[in-house]
Each structure stands twice: as structure tokens, then as C-alpha cells.
């Protein structure tokens, strides 16, 4: 991982890169390292992580392996809202729609579960602004070409290009395609909270 923010507090140094241990059990005594998959042998990584310093003297529980990420070809067997084109009643949700990540997955379970419940009442629910980071992964999984189509964590690039009069850093751009997703998000949100309140007065 990059080591940002993170100098070495006996040297001050910026280290080439740090590694993240995530605490597996209450008691402490087991830990991940986190984005460790690879094809390495198990003898190999074993010799590999034990040049990492204060990982000498490890004792490894278990090693890490490759693991697969099914998902489906979204822009070829999904419309804009989810459904299945050959099986409308039927919405992808999360991970297996080709979105990459746990906060995207939730949002795209979030999206599937709205889409879902206006279908139900014979409503549709408008997609949220390409502006948004909702609306960036809702585009990315309808209008990428279905040839080349892999799953996508949330960024910058998926975002609609700022109308630039002039030139930005790009600190400074990415706050104004932040600003401008703030600005869009209540047209979209409001309508549906107003609509769920209604819906759950007695």
C-alpha cells in the first residue's frame, strides 16, 4: 500500500510502502493481511513475508490464494435499472452486478431495492443524476461496451467532465465534481424520501 501520512515514527522516513494488518479475533492473536491474494507457493510465502521487518518469527495460519470475482456482464444482460432485459422482474443487486468494493455493493444493493419496490407499486423510479457517485455506477454498468466491461470501484473518472472556463488542479476539480454531485443529489433524493413518508403514515 502506499505509505501516505504514514512516515516511520523512529526515522521520520517515508517507508517504500506499508502493509495493513487487520485484527481477525477478540483475543488479538490472529491478524489478515489485508490484499494479500496471490499465486505465489505456500513455501514461498512464507519465505516472502518473513523479510517483511516485525514478520521474522510469524507463525502463518493460513496463506493467501487468488479468488475469483464472478459478476455479470452488465451492459449486456442488465437494463438502467437493474432488471434483467430477458427476466424484468428479476434485479441485480451488489457485488455480482460488476461493481468492485463494499461500499459500492451496498449502493448498488441500495439502487436494486428502490428500483424493486417502485416496480411493485407500478411506479418508476427516476436514475439518480450521472452527476452523483450512484448515477457514475449506474452509467458505468449500462453504458460501458459490453465487450470490454469490468467491474469499476466509484472514481473520479466515471464522473461527466467538468465545463472547465479555465484550468484547475486537480484537488481543485475533483472538489467541484464533488460540490456539483451535492448540488444534484436532493432533486433526486427528496422526491423518494417525501414518498416514503407518505407511504409509512398510518
Known amino acids: 500500500m502506499k505509505p501516505v501520512g504514514l512516515?516511520?515514527?523512529?526515522?521520520?522516513?517515508?517507508?517504500?510502502?506499508?502493509i495493513q494488518l487487520r485484527q481477525d479475533n477478540?483475543?488479538?492473536?490472529?491478524?489478515?493481511?489485508?490484499?494479500?491474494?496471490?499465486?505465489?507457493?505456500?513455501?514461498e510465502q512464507q519465505r516472502?513475508?518473513?523479510?517483511?521487518p516485525g514478520l521474522q518469527n510469524a507463525r502463518f495460519a493460513r496463506l493467501g490464494s487468488m479468488h475469483r470475482n464472478t459478476f455479470?456482464?452488465?451492459?449486456?444482460?442488465?437494463?438502467?435499472?437493474?432488471?434483467?432485459?430477458?427476466?424484468?422482474h428479476i434485479f441485480a443487486a451488489g457485488q455480482i452486478s460488476g461493481v468492485?468494493?463494499?461500499?459500492?455493493?451496498?449502493?448498488?444493493?441500495l439502487l436494486?431495492?428502490?428500483?424493486?419496490?417502485?416496480?411493485?407499486?407500478?411506479?418508476?423510479l427516476p436514475r439518480p443524476p450521472a452527476e452523483t457517485a450512484l448515477g457514475a455506477l449506474l452509467t458505468h454498468l449500462s453504458a460501458t461496451d459490453a465487450k470490454n466491461f469490468q467491474p469499476m470501484n466509484v472514481n473520479y473518472g466515471l464522473f461527466p467532465p467538468l465545463e472547465?472556463?479555465?484550468?484547475?488542479?486537480?484537488?481543485?476539480?475533483?472538489?467541484?465534481?464533488a460540490d456539483r454531485a451535492?448540488?444534484?443529489?436532493?432533486?433526486?433524493?427528496?422526491?423518494?424520501?417525501?414518498?416514503?413518508k407518505q407511504t409509512d403514515e398510518p
Open 7 to 18: 512516515p516511520d515514527p523512529r526515522t521520520g522516513k517515508i517507508p517504500h510502502a506499508v
Open 26 to 43: 477478540r483475543h488479538a492473536s490472529l491478524y489478515n493481511l489485508v490484499g494479500f491474494q496471490t499465486r505465489l507457493t505456500y513455501p
Open 48 to 52: 516472502i513475508f518473513r523479510t517483511i
Open 72 to 88: 455479470i456482464n452488465a451492459p449486456a444482460c442488465l437494463d438502467q435499472n437493474l432488471q434483467f432485459k430477458k427476466a424484468p
Open 100 to 109: 468492485e468494493g463494499y461500499v459500492e455493493s451496498a449502493a448498488c444493493g
Open 112 to 124: 436494486a431495492g428502490l428500483f424493486a419496490s417502485y416496480r411493485l407499486r407500478g411506479e418508476t
Open 164 to 177: 472547465l472556463q479555465r484550468k484547475m488542479k486537480r484537488a481543485d476539480r475533483r472538489l467541484a465534481m
Open 182 to 196: 451535492l448540488a444534484a443529489l436532493p432533486t433526486w433524493w427528496e422526491p423518494i424520501a417525501a414518498n416514503r
